[in-house]
Nanobody, 122 residues
Framework: QVQLAESGGGLVQAGGSLRLSCAASGRTFSSLVVGWFRQAPGKEREFVATVRNSGITVYADSVKGRFTISRDNAKNTVYLQMNSLKPEDTALYYC????????????????WGQGTQVTVSS
């Protein structure tokens, strides 16, 4: 059983930055694949980035070069540094985790936080 809690969302102007945090508890953090997903109203949940338990990262093309995902196993925390934010980045951002193989599909993740809102103004 895993509990996840996101924080760090907010309102920012285009071109600005935010850092999201995801604190995990409940089981060995280093054994998890952890990802960030986002969902705008009326749209399907979208992959943003993942970090494997090895530390290897994968990004959606839409955020590559602007966002950085990292994990600190000692703190049981995953971060998403978001730079050069665009209005189209506006969404509810979720932290999610799974055990086992890596995946970019939200349907394969079974542990979820409650989300943190990111709003980027023009």
């Amino acid at each position: 059983q895993v509990q996840l809690a996101e924080s760090g969302g907010g309102l920012v102007q285009a071109g600005g930055s935010l850092r999201l945090s995801c604190a995990a508890s409940g089981r060995t953090f280093s054994s998890l694949v952890v990802g960030w997903f986002r969902q705008a109203p009326g749209k399907e949940r979208e992959f943003v980035a993942t970090v494997r338990n090895s530390g290897i990262t994968v990004y959606a093309d839409s955020v590559k070069g602007r966002f950085t995902i990292s994990r600190d196993n000692a703190k049981n925390t995953v971060y998403l540094q978001m730079n050069s934010l665009k209005p189209e980045d506006t969404a509810l951002y979720y932290c999610a985790a799974k055990v086992g193989s890596w995946s970019a599909s939200y349907k394969t993740y079974n542990y979820w936080g409650q989300g943190t809102q990111v709003t980027v103004s023009s």
